[in-house]
Nanobody, 123 residues
Framework: QVQLVESGGGLVQAGGSLRLSCAAS????????MGWYRQAPGKQRGLVAS???????NYADSVKGRFTISRDNAKNTVYLQMNSLKPEDTAVYYC?????????????????WGQGTQVTVSS
């Protein structure tokens, strides 16, 4: 079992920056991928950025060059540095962890979500 605690959301003006943090606890040794998703009102939840246990990263096209995902393995924490924020970045941001556990009959995948943190970017 994994628990995810998010922090760092808030209100910022366009062009500003925020850094989101997500601290994982529990069975952190089983985490394969961690990432950030966001959901704006009336829209579906979509991937913002992800990072694998091997350090490979993936970004949504809309945030490439502006957002950076990173992690601190010692602290079991993943970060999302958001620069040059735009009003369209306004959303609830959710931390996500994917766990893969190898058992006798194969791999078992689990997904965990944080409660979400509001990011609001004003014009």
């Amino acid at each position: 079992q994994v628990q995810l605690v998010e922090s760092g959301g808030g209100l910022v003006q366009a062009g500003g920056s925020l850094r989101l943090s997500c601290a994982a606890s529990g069975s952190v040794f089983s985490i394969k991928t961690m990432g950030w998703y966001r959901q704006a009102p009336g829209k579906q939840r979509g991937l913002v950025a992800s990072i694998t246990s091997g350090g490979s990263t993936n970004y949504a096209d809309s945030v490439k060059g502006r957002f950076t995902i990173s992690r601190d393995n010692a602290k079991n924490t993943v970060y999302l540095q958001m620069n040059s924020l735009k009003p369209e970045d306004t959303a609830v941001y959710y931390c996500h962890a994917e766990l893969v556990v190898v058992v006798a009959w194969g791999n078992v995948q689990y997904d965990y979500w944080g409660q979400g943190t509001q990011v609001t970017v004003s014009s």
